[in-house]
């Protein structure tokens, strides 16, 4: 096969050097786990690296590695008053996403993986990823990154060690993991670990011994992020950027960990966790699902508008959820960092991420200013008068181009964020009260409902539609079903976790309530009705006022929606005609979505849960029936 050699920025032409000399194998031992050294070893054989370091996770290694990157120009190192300790990388511009088209799960089965995953059989794509990865880390050093995901030693987390040729990914890790010798140090002889191989796919020397210089963002045309659940295994080419390559996260803590978790009977989501305390000073935990870019680390880092309200942060990206011994649903968060959206961020919008970034920071396809801070669109209300864009070209005030990719991101440690809940790293987790889905629809879904039971709230997350955002590769803002905000990251078939779902909810006494919300619905001139960001405490102040049976509700067919008397609307300047709209079941657009939802359930065939279809039969009942029909009931359902 034929690597695409294809070099970005300045420095790039290759010199003749016919030296190559193949490496010696690494020292074996490294770890405990003489699996691991076997394993370590056939990959530094197989990828031809120059040599192979297994990182320890400290400040030491940190120090070197960055800078290593600033001195070869991969990293720009802020200005150390402003942001001390940071760094700006700009991607490779064909490598700024998570890349779904390229995403395979290689079950040995295809109904396995479903009509949802791109599916290859498992011994082909080992053949094709054989090509790929040989001699793919030539003239690089192949890093060995151990890492646990959950706290060190809790029972509910897991271990990986991820092999890489990316140093950004290795610093990228070191902030979203537990990485390094701790973790290393928590491998038996006997314990479980997913391997995880990532290269970049450019190789410092080719076949023929022909050396070539190393680029800024080192990639590859050709990308394969791909998973074997079976033998949960995780191999990433060709790509640096997010998702693709910090492998503990997408691939290890959803695909591969999903399907753990219906082995092993719990829940691996794409979830935030909040605990929220009342004024009254109660305390909940409340779980949420929404598609990337849709404000999971918005709601996770709230400053509430509702005085007396106090919102903590647990995770903003995943959650891992298990039922405990007295039948509640306990949640931990595997990563230790954040991953965020840049654009957006700002002092009015996300004021704690603001404060979290205030050093120890890898800001990835952001501005940069003059004075070597960052930039992004709404950061701050006027940009700055000249910038350097995400590519690194000049940029001034009122360019039609954007100055920061839509999505750019900051890699920061969780430890930093002020709003972090002291359980936020307890190796028992915490139990969770309320579970949230929701999605990005300007249109159809309410600001809030109540799912019914757990059956009817397994429906609403099944039934998540959402606008695309940047995170991903695809067409922006094109409707699309996204169920549990898993579509991307489902590791089986989908139609099984639906039924896996309602099999945890059977086995849970105490299981947490469900809600549906929407924070973008937008009215007739465009704009969003609901003013969102601090002020989606008062769905909370609803939603946990609900769990308590102290809250009103109204029914719809799409489930208990608030009795407009009891929400706390007051200051936020939406009046009676926007609560309508907000609020708004329009039976006909509901009955097409119907029609939407039966397409999407017959892509799957016999394989979705009975329950399911009986739900979508039940919503079509109820709103041919009774569209007009509203009573108030009370909470104590
Ligand atoms: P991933 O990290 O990709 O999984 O995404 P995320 O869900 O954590 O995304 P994030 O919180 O960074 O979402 C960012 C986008 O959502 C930005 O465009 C925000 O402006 C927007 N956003 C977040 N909360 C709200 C809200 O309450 N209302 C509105 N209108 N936009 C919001
Ligand atoms: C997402 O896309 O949902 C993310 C960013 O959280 S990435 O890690 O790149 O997948
Ligand atoms: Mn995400």
């Not at 109204?554 to 706390?568: M, N, V, Y």
Request: glycine share 8%; net charge negative.
């Amino acid at each position: 096969m034929t690597l695409t050699l294809d070099p970005v920025g300045s420095a790039t032409s290759p010199v003749t050097a016919p030296t190559y000399v193949a490496p010696t194998a690494p020292a074996a031992g490294s770890s405990r786990n003489s699996e691991v050294n076997a394993w370590v070893q056939r990959m530094a054989e197989l990828t031809g690296a120059a040599d192979v370091h297994w990182c320890t996770g400290d400040s030491a290694e940190w120090t070197r590695l960055t800078a290593q990157l600033v001195e070869s120009g991969s990293l720009v190192r802020l200005d150390p008053e402003w942001r001390p300790n940071s760094f700006l990388a700009r991607s490779d511009p064909r490598d700024v996403a998570r890349v779904e088209e390229r995403t395979f799960i290689c079950s040995e089965r295809e109904e396995d993986a479903g009509p949802t995953n791109n599916w290859r059989a498992p011994a082909e794509m080992r053949i094709q990823l054989d090509t790929l990865f040989r001699g793919s880390m030539r003239g690089r050093t192949m890093f060995v990154v151990p890492f646990s995901m959950g706290p060190i030693g809790s029972p509910l987390a897991k271990l990986g060690v991820q092999v890489t040729d990316s140093p950004y990914a290795v610093l990228s890790m070191g902030i979203m993991t537990r990485m390094g010798t701790q973790a290393l140090d928590q491998i038996g002889p006997d314990t479980e670990w997913v391997p995880a191989v990532h290269s970049v796919g450019y190789p410092l020397i080719d076949d023929a011994g022909v050396v070539r210089d190393d680029v800024r963002w080192p990639c590859n045309d050709t990308k394969y992020i791909t998973h074997f659940p079976e033998t949960r295994e995780i191999w990433s080419f060709g790509s640096g950027y997010g998702g693709n390559s910090l492998l503990g996260k997408k691939c290890m803590a959803l695909r591969i960990a999903s399907v753990l978790a219906r082995d092993e009977g719990w829940l691996a989501e794409h979830m935030l966790l909040v605990k929220v305390t009342s004024p009254a000073g109660r305390s909940r935990v409340l779980a949420a699902a929404f598609p990337s870019a849709c404000g999971k680390t918005n709601f996770a880092m709230m400053q509430p508008s509702l005085p007396g309200w106090k919102v903590e942060t647990i995770g903003d990206d995943i959650a891992w959820m298990r039922p405990d011994a007295q039948g509640r649903l306990r949640a931990i968060n595997p990563e230790r960092g954040f991953f965020g959206v840049a654009p957006g961020t700002g002092e009015t919008t996300n004021p704690t991420a603001i404060d979290t970034i205030w050093g120890n920071t890898i800001f990835t396809n952001v501005a940069l200013r003059d004075d070597d801070d960052v930039w992004w669109e709404g950061m701050t209300d006027v940009a700055p008068r000249h910038l350097r864009d995400w590519k690194g070209d000049d940029w001034h005030r009122g360019d039609s181009s954007h100055a920061a990719h839509p999505n750019g991101r900051f890699t920061v440690p969780a430890e930093q964020c002020p709003s972090m809940a002291p359980e936020w790293d307890d190796p028992e987790g915490v139990v969770v009260d309320a579970i949230l889905f929701g999605g990005r629809r300007a249109t159809n879904i309410p600001l809030v409902a109540e799912a019914t039971d757990w059956a009817h709230g397994v429906f609403m997350g099944a039934t998540i539609s959402s606008e695309r955002t940047a995170a991903a590769e695809g067409t922006l803002g094109e409707l699309r079903h996204d169920p549990f905000a898993m579509l991307p990251f489902c590791g089986y078939n989908m139609a099984d976790y639906w039924a896996h779902w309602l099999r945890v909810g059977r086995s849970l006494a105490h299981p947490p309530k469900i809600f549906q919300v929407n924070w973008f619905r937008r009215g007739a001139d465009g704009s969003f009705l609901w003013p969102g960001f601090g002020e989606n405490s008062r769905v909370v102040d609803w939603i946990v006022r609900r769990l308590d049976g102290r809250a009103l509700a109204t029914w719809t067919p799409a489930g208990h929606i608030p009795w407009r008397e009891d929400f706390a609307l007051e200051g936020t300047g939406v009046d009676e005609d926007i609560w309508e709209e907000l609020t708004a079941i329009d039976t006909a657009s509901w009955l097409a979505e119907c029609d939407l939802t039966e397409q999407l359930f017959d892509r799957f065939g016999r394989r979705v849960p009975h329950e399911l279809r009986a739900q979508l039969a039940s919503l079509r009942w109820k709103l041919e029936r009774s569209a007009e029909t509203t009573t108030a009931d009370s909470a104590a359902a």
